[in-house]
């Protein structure tokens, strides 16, 4: 059965197989929902290969041009029943998908997960904050996953406290990390300690770690310090070494549900696994001392000045504070004697203006001196994913090409 949007008529229309065919919010030649149900109860069909691949499912594309991760029937089917055992889901979930459900996380997490065990799925369109709220009270959703802009936006709607949203067990966010003040000021919107930070990445199925409501403000900004059941978990330093706590290194997860390889790209395929299929994230992490995984960049964001490393979030975290300073991205660019050099991209708020000096004095007694910008550019906006993730390859070749950089 093909299951699509009726906005998408003509494209299914040139699909040349024999199928039934249904569509959202529109008529379809084969009948309606239930009829097809109750037919398909008596159809025996086709049983997949596990090896079989299900799905190709694209990387944002952050670092480079993204790549399509080959997933099996089985990964999909293991990626549900992992985050199924991880969050407790069972068959009377009722989970908000609002988020776009071509993403990983949406798709073989959540929606999968809910329908693996049985509960039920409520579909929105798109993301609207009202829209939100009012299908969360009317549906009685007792799950929902987002992005944590998903959670701050809806707090801007004056009538916010009149919506029951009492039905939720389980407020999960990803893509990002929150503030402490933000988990409180959640926690208290909300009225209730139900949220959860999710982590894992397109190619791991996706599943990772998770930080449990307790944990939320004790920990803020943590991915928390407990993989998923049946994932399992190092911190890698630059000598193959695993890394202790106070230390940093590389996130490796290994898991049943991860990809088979990329699509079409052997080489980077290689380069993704370590031995004993360990896959090596990209992502650098800090280990606190009660253990904790705090990410402190990308690793090919890091950047090496003159020998020492400045991990680009934490001037970003430094520049964002600054009251004139609407959006910023941090990356390097060559340098003749330094080898690297450390830049930053502002985007600053409307009727605001800055200087390289003004950032500069700025950024004195809050960061050591080799990490403090040393070109700055101002922007309109920032050169984006399209699930928002800021293309720093983008800005590196760009200033790269105007210093005359090759």
Known sequence: MLVFDASLAGVVSAVDAPTKTLATGGATSSGSFDGLMSEGAATEGNEPDDDAFAEILYTSGTTGKPKGCMLTHRSVALAAITVALGLSITRDERTLIAMPIWHSSPLNNWF????????????????????????????????????????????????????????????LYGGGPISVNVARRLAERYRGNRFYQVYGMTETGPVGTVLYPEEQVAHAGSIGRNAMPGV?????????????????????????????AYLNDESATKAAFAERRWYRTGDL????????????????????????????????????????????????????????????????????????????????????????PRLVYFSERLPLTPTGKVQKFVLREMRRSENGIR
Do not use: C
């Open 112 to 171: 999968g997960a809910t329908l693996y065990v049985g509960g039920t799925v409520v579909l929105l369109r798109e993301y609207e904050p009202r829209k939100f709220l009012e299908t969360v009270q009317t549906e009685k959703v007792t799950f929902y996953f987002g992005a944590p802009v998903s959670y701050t936006a809806p707090l801007q709607i004056a009538d916010f406290d009149s919506f029951d949203l009492s039905s939720v067990r389980a407020w």
């Open 232 to 260: 399992d978990l190092r911190v890698v330093r630059e000598d193959g070494e695993d890394a202790v706590r106070g230390e940093s290194g590389e996130i490796w997860m290994r898991a049943d549900s991860m990809m088979s």
């Open 285 to 372: 992490a800090r280990l606190d001392n009660d253990g904790y995984l705090f990410i402190v960049d990308r690793l090919k964001d890091m950047i090496i000045t003159g020998g020492e490393n400045v991990y680009s979030k934490e001037v970003e975290d430094a520049l964002a504070q600054h009251p004139s300073i609407a959006d910023v991205a941090v990356f390097a660019v060559p340098h003749e004697s330094w080898g690297e050099t450390v830049a930053a991209e502002i985007v600053t708020k409307p009727s605001e203006t800055l200087t390289l000096e003004a950032v500069s004095r700025y950024l004195e007694g809050r960061l050591a001196r080799y990490k403090i």
